[in-house]
């Protein structure tokens, strides 16, 4: 399955308690055109997790949709899932590389750091910067500068934006060559989630194609 990281939301799951509610705000942003999910939970029980992640496996591929998985190759094997994104302190990239061969995605946080960024880029298929900023998910992020995501173009993969972003701020962030949004609390915490994901993908729409036309895994 082929299926391109640029001009996209790239959504994290929430901290929800409830499963049922995650599953149902989950699939409310699939049927919206979400087609990228990353499944962040640092306080579920591994047993939990396993069923969770089974399960936006399964929803996300129902959708044509990737689910990345942070922090746990293990898991991601385990459950079917497309890959797994790591922190800076989430272990080495060389390794899960190894681990996942080249089937799955890998991701990297590289947070305000070109050069980090550039020795990611050998063995991850996208790198992440941010906060851009403040983020109420991470109120001590360190704050990345807009002119990162253009140095970085030069890396020739996906650039993905984290880090309070909102309807109004994004835009400078995709002109400073976002290819991709990622969010949590803009997107989960919206009154009308499906209507709230198809704003943020309408950001999108005034652009010309990207020429690169898809991200294989």
């Known amino acids: 399955m082929a299926l391109n990281l640029y001009r996209q939301i790239y959504a994290i799951t929430p901290e929800r308690d409830d499963d049922e509610l995650l599953f149902t705000q989950v699939e409310q942003a699939l049927t919206a ?4 999910l990353q499944y962040r939970d640092k306080s579920s029980s591994p047993a939990q997790r396993r069923v ?3 399960t936006l496996t399964d929803l996300c591929h129902r959708h044509a949709a990737r689910l990345i998985i942070n922090d746990d190759v293990e898991l991601c094997l ?6 797994v994104h790591l922190g800076r ?3 080495s990239l060389a390794q899960a590389r190894l681990r996942l061969g080249q089937e799955y995605l890998l ?15 050998t063995y991850a298929d996208y790198v992440a910067f941010g906060a851009f900023f403040p983020s109420r998910n991470k109120p001590q992020a360190e704050r990345a500068p807009l002119d990162i995501l253009r140095q970085a ?3 020739g993969k996906p650039r993905v934006a984290i880090g309070g972003l909102s ?6 962030v995709i002109a400073a060559g976002a290819d991709a949004l990622a969010m949590i609390s803009a997107l989960f915490d919206a009154p009308d989630i499906g209507q709230r994901c198809r704003q943020w993908l309408a950001l999108w729409m005034p ?11």
């Open 33 to 36: 055109g979400l087609r990228w």
């Open 52 to 54: 969770r992640a089974r």
């Open 78 to 83: 385990h459950s079917g899932a497309d890959g």
């Open 89 to 91: 302190s989430d272990g």
């Open 107 to 121: 991701g990297a946080t590289c947070h305000a750091d070109l050069e980090l960024a550039r020795q990611a880029s």
């Open 153 to 155: 173009a030069s890396l």
């Open 167 to 172: 309807l109004d701020n994004a835009p400078a």
């Open 207 to 217: 652009l010309p194609p990207h020429p690169e036309t898809s991200l294989r895994r």
